[in-house]
């Protein structure tokens, strides 16, 4: 880098000062460079000979001294603009590797690329599986635990896929209707919320939902299954019931080929196009096409607008729909389809996953 010698001081004798023009000189970096100021004669005339010297000594020096300082500023200020140019090429270069190792690992094309960049995939939740399960069926969730949810979480052990069991309260009384005030629960009852309890601090998986078990309430169970699916971020919502095994290979490779804008999704073992009885039909009398409630699954934007934008709609189940949840999550499903049609947004995706699902003896792996 140049160097640029600052102003030196020479001292300047008053016998060095000529009468008529007056010169001073000096030196930067060892180039002299030469200054002469005449001053006008009607100048010299109206102030004395002392404060004219002083006055050019003062000029010259101030002069010589801005000019070496702008110079040294020049060099000094120019130098951080291609530091800063190279930095912000570093951090472009940065970002723009990061973003597309997020696209690679997003896309699922690459197994290499999802590797490799574990952690921006994981950033949000892939599936939430929300098992419904009744207060006293401890041997199917056991049976699940050891079983495919075992197996599942082994394959998966970070927060890539989460499965919880959820389960109400008992009804009081064996579910003894009417007006009752101050009526407790049996001791059979109160042994039962006792070892759920002990189980939820077992496991740590076991959610206690506000709703009645009983088959009525199961339409409400439901909705809490689908509000904390959408809470969770994940990008899908699955139900499953606790006497069922789900195929999770399977249902990683099918969700997959979605790709990234996939239309919202209504996904399940099996598909009720047609009603075969009057069950299947609600209150209106009208047949709406669902899945089987064995298992089924929603992409995050279909279950987040049932249960938020559309809660109330949902909640009204009884003015339209039935005692069967599965029945009434299809005409949920509609509802939504219907709002995308007159938006005119893509609509929604009936997908149907043979080999999902499927039964299994409880006590057996």
């Given amino acids: 880098m140049a160097t640029i010698g600052l102003p030196r001081s020479s001292p300047l004798e008053d016998d060095a000062l000529g009468d008529d023009p007056l010169e001073t000189s000096q030196l930067i970096g060892g180039d002299e460079i030469v200054m002469t100021v005449q001053a006008e004669q009607g100048a010299l005339k109206q102030e004395g000979e002392n404060q004219r010297v002083g006055r050019l000594r003062c000029s010259t020096v101030s002069l010589l001294t801005v000019a070496a300082a702008l110079a040294v500023l020049s060099i000094f200020h120019s130098t951080p603009k291609a530091d800063e140019k190279d930095q912000s090429q570093r951090l472009d270069d940065t970002n723009g590797k990061s973003h597309q190792a997020d696209a690679m690992a997003t896309s699922g094309t690459s197994k290499n690329a999802a590797s490799t960049t574990e952690a921006p995939s994981l950033k949000?939740?892939?599936l939430y599986v929300g098992v419904?399960?009744?207060?006293?069926?401890?041997e199917c969730r056991a049976t699940a635990r050891n079983g495919w949810v075992a197996r599942l979480r082994k394959q998966y052990p970070t927060s890539r896929v989460h499965v919880e069991f959820?389960?109400?309260?008992?009804?009081?009384?064996?579910?003894?209707?009417?007006?009752?005030?101050?009526?407790?629960?049996?001791?059979?009852?109160?042994?039962?919320?006792?070892q759920l309890e002990v189980e939820a601090?077992?496991?740590?998986?076991?959610?206690?939902?506000?709703?009645v078990e009983a088959y009525a309430f199961l339409t409400d169970k439901s909705l809490v299954l689908l509000d904390r699916g959408a809470r969770s971020g994940a990008e899908y919502v699955m139900k499953v019931d606790d006497d069922m095994q789900v195929d999770f290979n399977l249902t990683?490779?099918?969700?997959?080929r979605r790709g990234e804008h996939a239309k919202p999704l209504?996904?399940?073992?099996?598909?009720?196009?047609?009603?075969?009885?009057?069950?299947q039909?609600?209150?209106?009398?009208?047949?709406?096409?669902?899945?089987?409630?064995?298992?089924?699954?929603?992409?995050?934007?279909?279950a987040r607008e049932i249960t938020?934008?559309?809660?109330a709609h949902s909640v009204a189940f009884p003015m339209y729909g039935s005692s069967s949840e599965d029945v009434d999550v299809g005409r949920w499903v509609k509802f939504e389809d219907e709002k995308l049609r007159n938006e005119r947004k893509a609509r929604v995706e009936y997908l149907t996953i043979p080999g999902l699902c499927w039964r299994v003896d409880v006590g057996k792996r």
């Fill in 124 to 126: 949000r939740l892939f």
């Fill in 132 to 138: 419904l399960s009744a207060p006293r069926n401890v």
């Fill in 166 to 194: 959820l389960v109400g309260n008992m009804p009081l009384q064996r579910g003894r209707m009417g007006h009752v005030q101050g009526m407790t629960a049996t001791s059979q009852e109160v042994q039962i919320e006792k």
């Fill in 201 to 211: 601090q077992e496991h740590g998986d076991l959610v206690r939902v506000p709703v």
């Fill in 252 to 256: 990683e490779r099918t969700l997959a």
């Fill in 266 to 279: 209504f996904a399940g073992v099996y598909l009720f196009s047609d009603a075969a009885y009057e069950s």
């Fill in 281 to 302: 039909k609600g209150v209106d009398g009208n047949f709406t096409p669902y899945f089987s409630g064995w298992c089924y699954m929603l992409s995050h934007d279909l």
């Fill in 308 to 311: 938020s934008t559309s809660m």
